[in-house]
Nanobody, 116 residues
Framework: QVQLVESGGGLVQAGGSLRLSCAASGSIFSIMGWFRQAPGKQRELVATITRGGSINYADSVKGRSTISRDNDKNTLYLEMDSLKPEDTGVYYC????????????WGQGTQVTVSS
């Protein structure tokens, strides 16, 4: 059974930093990544990373964020610096299993609140 469990969210002041973790189990994963959803807005992609380490960032977080993964521990990370109030939202990790099945798994989400 595949499970994704996020941790590391919380309340932080603008300009601060946060590190999110996503512990995955039950499969080997190809692409993993983070989405976020602000109140009243659609879920948006934050960053993705392939098993081989190819990375993409949304323009809104580029230069302020670092996505990484530890394939041995099956864990995904997102470090965010210079946080802004507009970074507030629920952050969800996702993982696509390998071999590719067409199914995507999601974590339960972790709240990040950035105060001004």
């Amino acid at each position: 059974q595949v499970q994704l469990v996020e941790s590391g969210g919380g309340l932080v002041q603008a300009g601060g930093s946060l590190r999110l973790s996503c512990a995955a189990s039950g499969s080997i994963f190809s692409i993993m990544g983070w989405f976020r959803q602000a109140p009243g807005k659609q879920r948006e992609l934050v960053a993705t990373i392939t098993r081989g380490g190819s990375i993409n960032y949304a323009d809104s977080v580029k230069g302020r964020s670092t996505i990484s993964r530890d394939n041995d521990k099956n864990t995904l990370y997102l470090e965010m610096d210079s946080l802004k109030p507009e970074d507030t939202g629920v952050y969800y990790c996702y993982a696509d299993p390998w071999p590719i099945t067409g199914r995507r798994y999601w974590g339960q989400g972790t709240q990040v609140t950035v105060s001004s």
